[in-house]
């Protein structure tokens, strides 16, 4: 199964509460983190909220 790298490029600072919440539940608190997860509808979900603070990279194993 594919793995996504998320990386985040942008700041939080004015966003809405639910935007902010997504971003701590990918495991993401500044800028230039980065986490990888299972390529599932779930996380695909939750960037696409946040898909203008986040670069998304497919990596393959």
Request: proline residues 2%.
């Amino acid at each position: 199964m594919a793995k996504l790298k998320i990386t985040q490029v942008r700041s939080t600072i004015g966003c809405r509460y639910n935007q902010i919440a997504t971003m701590e539940a990918l495991g993401l608190k500044k800028i230039g983190s980065q986490k990888i997860h299972e390529d599932t509808p779930s996380i695909r979900g939750m960037i696409k909220k946040v898909q203008h603070l986040v670069n998304v990279e497919e990596i393959e194993e």
